[in-house]
Structures are given as structure tokens and as C-alpha cells.
């Protein structure tokens, strides 16, 4: 194949620079190591959340849209240069003459080559593997976004759950507080005030009690679109166990796991297509140069006049040549507009590269703050507990009154409460770092679209 300089190669993408040679806020005891982003949630032990990960990434309808696409996408690969092959045009025709004293029949055939020259067959290629890539980031993205979400809700579902009943177990304490607070209001050992705050609480339990079952209802819902069904499964609602990362710590993360971030591969395949399709305009700034041939077939089927037919044929072959003249210049600021589409293209992938290294660093710092906090509210509710049971022991003793007793088990499920919220928001930043770092499986029934390799960087 020729090829001239109207080809152009595929810029070479930044790479050390752009991507961190490890994270300012990665743990300090973080080994180097390799770190597997297929299956990130199994970190929080629930097999109920493994198992609704499969079913949602079996049956999602967005994922399901985004296969679609990059089967047509994959298809169309497969025919690139299908427009720089020989084209064969067959007619036939009924050519009436206005003297009705004629009429012919009109069979031929037109063959024609355009040779792709001028990077024309390379550029094709690139222009259909960057559509192909991006179509497999798009499908990858919503892989990645399904597995967070799903994550997610089902954190927050447990959570609301958790919050729910603990919000009952304190909401009996707060009512028996009521009753004793009456019963000493009546003997004049308690003044309005105290009785006013305590029904003033209650009336915020209410509210933190609807704001709960809100949530319960809301996640269960969403989980249920993102499994693609109409309404959520009965055992969702269900009070189950938190999930909870324990001692969890992260080990690895090593920067390069960045480059699977699917809006990295978006721009990289956005790249790839805007460079082929630079070499396509350049392509068209120089003479199309192809090879043709016709043969024209053609008999008088109307006249009465003789019983023999005559048939007349005629042949041409040679080369053609379309030459560019007074539209050269459209061609020429179209080549350069897509020379200023490439540049924009690079700016977006640096771009990318930034944002995700900013949302990563910023998903490894809250993790880390978030575990602080769990371990922090942990031991509070620990210490909390250890009152709460020498209050309770010191009123078997007749050392400590039953409102005594009802405030050590109010201050414990608050602190429950603390440690329901920390440790959720925990699973969260856990979840938004692995979302950062693109974490996704490969579904193992389907080809792996990594085999979809573009055409290497600098190449003609």
C-alpha cells in the first residue's frame, strides 16, 4: 500500500507526567503491590451484595444499551476499508428516442477504484477502532457507575435499616423518661421545663424516624431500577446487618491503576478518532487517483420494420483523476480545523488525566478520614456502653434513679448512631475511591474489548 504524506500518525499520548508516580495520601504501611479492582466490594463480607452486584450487572438496562453500542461499534470495524475497495454498479435502462421511430434496451456496468492513497486506509482504520474505544469506555463507564451505585444504595439501605432501630430502642427510652418525668412532675419533684424538652425530643425522633424510613424506601427503590425490575424484592426491606469494611485497611494502590478510569479511555479513543479523521482531510487535499472501466450494452426492441435486432456494445477502461482546483481552499481550512480538533482532543485527555488524579487523591484522603472517624466513634460508643452498664448496675445497687438509668441508654444509642453513620460513610469513600480508579469486572461471557488495541502511537 502507498503511502504518502497526507497520513497522520496518532500523537503520542502523555504518560509519566500526566499520572503520579504514587499518592500523596496513599496509607504509609501501602505496598506497591498490584491491586484487583474485579471485585473491590467483596471487602465488606456480604453475600447478599456479591450476589446483587451479578444480578445487576446481568440485567441492567443502561449496561445492556451501552453492549449495543459497542457491538455496533465492533461490527463497523470489521468494514473500514470497505470504501476504499473496488465499487461495481450494474443498470439497465429503456433509452425511448423522440422520433418513436426507435426504442433500445440498455444493459451495463461501471467499475471503479479509488486508490487510498495519502494515509487514506490508515486514517479509515483509526476513525472506526476511536469510535470502536469509545463505545467500549461508554460501556465500561456505566459498568464502573452500576457497581458504585449498587454498592452504595445497598450501604445506605442497611444504614436507614440500622438507624430505624435504633431509633426505636431510643425512642422507648425517651417515652419511659416521659412517664417518670410525669410521675415526678405530679409530686412537684420536676418543673414543666424538663417535661417540655422531653417531648420536644420525641417530636425530633419523629422526625429522624420518617427521615430514615425515607431512605429505607428510596434506596430499596433505586437498587430496584438498577436491576432493571419494577419494584424492589421483599427481602431488601428486611433489617439486615451493616456492612462494614472491620479492619479493612488499603494496602496498594498503584498509580498506573488510573489509566482504567473509563473517561481516560473516552479521550483516548477521542483522540485515536480525531487523528484519523485528520488524515482523512489531509487526504482529501491531493488528486484522487483510482482506476475504471465501463461497458455499455444496448438493442432496438421496438421497431416492426425488420426481423433482425441489432445490438451495439461499447467498452472504456483507464485511470481517472479528480484534481482539487477552486474548492482546494475549503479543503485546505478543513484539514486545519482538524488539526485544531486533534490539539483540543490531547488538552481533553490531559484534562482527564488531571481530574482523575484530583478525584482520586481526594477519594484516598476521605477514606482515610472517614476510617478515623469510624474508629473514633467506635471507641466513644464503647466508653459510652461501659457507663451505661455501671449506671444500670448502680441502680440494682439503689445508688442511681430509673432517669439516671434511661440517660445512660439514650447517650448509648446516640452513640450507636455516631458509629451507623461513620461506618457508612466509610463504605461510601471506599466506594467513591474505586469508582476514582475506574473498578469494574469483565463479565466473563463476552470477549474482552481490550483486544480492541488501537494503532500504535507514531504509527503512519
Not at 433482425?308 to 479528480?322: K, L, N, V, Y
Request: proline share 6%; with cysteine.
Amino acid at each position: 500500500m502507498v503511502t504518502l504524506a497526507g497520513c497522520a500518525s496518532v500523537p503520542t499520548l502523555p504518560g509519566p507526567p500526566a499520572v503520579p508516580a504514587t499518592w500523596h495520601h496513599l496509607p504509609p504501611d501501602a505496598t506497591p503491590a498490584p491491586a484487583d479492582l474485579r471485585v473491590w466490594w467483596h471487602a465488606f463480607g456480604d453475600a447478599q451484595l456479591n450476589a446483587l452486584v451479578d444480578r445487576a450487572l446481568a440485567d441492567n438496562l443502561e449496561v445492556a444499551q451501552a453492549a449495543a453500542r459497542l457491538r455496533a461499534a465492533r461490527t463497523l470495524v470489521a468494514h473500514a476499508h470497505d470504501a476504499q475497495l473496488p465499487a461495481l454498479h450494474v443498470r439497465t435502462n429503456d433509452v425511448i428516442n423522440p422520433d418513436t421511430s426507435a426504442s433500445y434496451f440498455l444493459m451495463g456496468f461501471d467499475a471503479r477504484w479509488e486508490l487510498p492513497l495519502f494515509g487514506a486506509w490508515q486514517s479509515a482504520q483509526r476513525v472506526a477502532q476511536g469510535q470502536a474505544q469509545s463505545a467500549q469506555a461508554q460501556w465500561r463507564g456505566a459498568r464502573v457507575s452500576l457497581v458504585a451505585e449498587v454498592v452504595r444504595r445497598w450501604l445506605e439501605l442497611r444504614a436507614a435499616q440500622q438507624q430505624a432501630q435504633t431509633l426505636d430502642t431510643m425512642q422507648v427510652a425517651w417515652e419511659e423518661k416521659q412517664r417518670l418525668l410525669e410521675v415526678r412532675h405530679r409530686l412537684k419533684l420536676a418543673s414543666p421545663v424538663d417535661l417540655a424538652r422531653v417531648q420536644a425530643e420525641l417530636a425530633h425522633l419523629e422526625i429522624a424516624h420518617a427521615d430514615a424510613r425515607q431512605a429505607i424506601t428510596r434506596s430499596a427503590q433505586q437498587l430496584a431500577v438498577l436491576v432493571g425490575q419494577n419494584e424492589p424484592d421483599t427481602g431488601w426491606l428486611d433489617a439486615g446487618p451493616q456492612p462494614s469494611l472491620g479492619e479493612w485497611h488499603l494496602t496498594s494502590a498503584p498509580a498506573d491503576m488510573l489509566r482504567t478510569r473509563p473517561e481516560i479511555a473516552l479521550a483516548e479513543a477521542e483522540v485515536l478518532r480525531t487523528a484519523g479523521e485528520l488524515g482523512l482531510s489531509r487526504a482529501e487535499m491531493y488528486p484522487r487517483v483510482g482506476l475504471g472501466t465501463s461497458l455499455q450494452w444496448s438493442v432496438n426492441v421496438a421497431t416492426n420494420r425488420s426481423r433482425t435486432r441489432t445490438g451495439e456494445s461499447i467498452f472504456s477502461a483507464g485511470p481517472a483523476i479528480d484534481i482539487p482546483l477552486f474548492d482546494w481552499g475549503r479543503r485546505v481550512a478543513n484539514a486545519h480545523a482538524k488539526d485544531h480538533e486533534l490539539q483540543a482532543a490531547l488538552l481533553a485527555y490531559r484534562q482527564a488525566v488531571l481530574q482523575g488524579v484530583a478525584e482520586t487523591e481526594i477519594a484516598l484522603d476521605e477514606l482515610e478520614q472517614a476510617g478515623q472517624r469510624e474508629r473514633a466513634a467506635s471507641r466513644g460508643a464503647r466508653a459510652v456502653q461501659v457507663s451505661a452498664n455501671a449506671m444500670r448496675r448502680r441502680a440494682t445497687l439503689g445508688l442511681a434513679s430509673g432517669l439516671d438509668v434511661q440517660d445512660g441508654l439514650i447517650e448509648e444509642q446516640r452513640a450507636a448512631l455516631d458509629v451507623i453513620t461513620a461506618r457508612a460513610a466509610r463504605g461510601i469513600a471506599y466506594v467513591t475511591l474505586y469508582k476514582a480508579l475506574g473498578g469494574a469486572p469483565w463479565p466473563a461471557s463476552s470477549p474482552d474489548p481490550r483486544s480492541l488495541t488501537p494503532v500504535a502511537a507514531g504509527a503512519p
